[in-house]
């Protein structure tokens, strides 16, 4: 085959090619120019083969750079949506915590309050028990020693000449009996510890509309410069100061804080 080839060639270079220089010359251009076209032709059809090519690369490039692009911009959107819902997340509960606070905080404060108002209840409860036991003070046989030693007390407490004595409408014949003894007892106290001799002016309250009331359990009231300057020596009263000193002791043995 490879020899048949050869033959060929060898027959155009000896045969036609100096064939052709008998022929006509328009028959050379022709073929010149044919030629030429071809040439041409096979160079445009390189150059579009090229474009093509090129296209092809360049769109090629341009997909592979949009897929990237829609890529990461997708990711970028998935990331921030994340974010989004991982932020409004965190804002509702800790929204709910809030209120989970705000909630539980409002049932502590209404237990305490509650707890507080039991606990005054029951502290009112005691007064009040403490009170009725005084009022059988006042029924027993020592009470008009003890009317004598309020008085007494209450003088030397005011410390004026002319006192004005007010007790219960069921305790006057009571204080009309101790009264000057209690002044008495009140003019020796002065004189032994001062050296000075009083005669105080101690009257008993007339007007019976201004007698104690039943719920100062007993006792007497001194009044000087017409009400100005008063003591109150009842057994309420008495009853309400040991009440607000003792109430710390009160309070820790009825409600013992836990542990």
Same mark, same amino acid.
């Given at each position: 085959l490879e020899d048949t080839s050869s033959f060929g060639v060898a027959v155009v270079f000896l045969v036609v090619v100096p064939a052709l220089h008998y022929l006509h010359p328009l028959y050379i251009n022709y073929l010149s120019i044919s030629i030429n076209t071809m040439a041409a032709t096979d160079q445009i059809r390189q150059m579009v083969n090229f474009i093509l090519q090129e296209a092809h690369e360049k769109a090629n490039e341009i997909r592979v750079k949009t897929e990237h692009d829609f890529n990461l911009e997708k990711q970028t959107l998935v990331h921030e949506a994340k974010l989004n819902i991982q932020e409004e997340f965190t804002k509702k509960e800790k929204d709910r915590e809030i209120q989970e606070r705000i909630s539980r905080s409002?049932? %502590?404060?209404?237990?305490? @309050? =509650? =707890?507080m108002k039991i606990r005054d209840d029951l502290l009112n409860n005691l007064l009040t028990e403490a009170g009725a036991k005084c009022?059988? @003070?006042t029924r027993g046989q020592n009470y008009p020693q003890l009317l004598q030693k309020l008085i007494v007390q209450g003088l030397i407490k005011i410390e004026e000449n002319e006192i004005t004595v007010y007790c219960r409408g069921e305790d006057v014949k009571t204080i009309e009996t101790v009264l000057p003894a209690a @002044? =008495?007892?009140? @003019?020796? %106290? %002065? =004189?032994?510890?001062?050296g000075v001799t009083l005669s105080p002016k101690v009257t008993l309250n007339t007007?019976?509309?201004k007698d104690l009331k039943e719920d100062s359990y007993g006792g007497i009231v001194l009044t000087?410069?017409?009400g100005k300057i008063v003591c109150d020596n009842t057994m309420s009263s008495r009853l309400h100061l040991v009440y607000e000193e003792l109430l710390p002791s009160i309070r820790a043995i009825l409600f013992p804080e836990q542990a």
């Amino acid at each position: 085959l490879e020899d048949t080839s050869s033959f060929g060639v060898a027959v155009v270079f000896l045969v036609v090619v100096p064939a052709l220089h008998y022929l006509h010359p328009l028959y050379i251009n022709y073929l010149s120019i044919s030629i030429n076209t071809m040439a041409a032709t096979d160079q445009i059809r390189q150059m579009v083969n090229f474009i093509l090519q090129e296209a092809h690369e360049k769109a090629n490039e341009i997909r592979v750079k949009t897929e990237h692009d829609f890529n990461l911009e997708k990711q970028t959107l998935v990331h921030e949506a994340k974010l989004n819902i991982q932020e409004e997340f965190t804002k509702k509960e800790k929204d709910r915590e809030i209120q989970e606070r705000i909630s539980r905080s409002g049932e %502590i404060g209404e237990c305490r @309050v =509650k =707890k507080m108002k039991i606990r005054d209840d029951l502290l009112n409860n005691l007064l009040t028990e403490a009170g009725a036991k005084c009022a059988v @003070v006042t029924r027993g046989q020592n009470y008009p020693q003890l009317l004598q030693k309020l008085i007494v007390q209450g003088l030397i407490k005011i410390e004026e000449n002319e006192i004005t004595v007010y007790c219960r409408g069921e305790d006057v014949k009571t204080i009309e009996t101790v009264l000057p003894a209690a @002044v =008495k007892e009140y @003019v020796e %106290i %002065i =004189k032994r510890e001062s050296g000075v001799t009083l005669s105080p002016k101690v009257t008993l309250n007339t007007d019976r509309s201004k007698d104690l009331k039943e719920d100062s359990y007993g006792g007497i009231v001194l009044t000087a410069c017409n009400g100005k300057i008063v003591c109150d020596n009842t057994m309420s009263s008495r009853l309400h100061l040991v009440y607000e000193e003792l109430l710390p002791s009160i309070r820790a043995i009825l409600f013992p804080e836990q542990a």
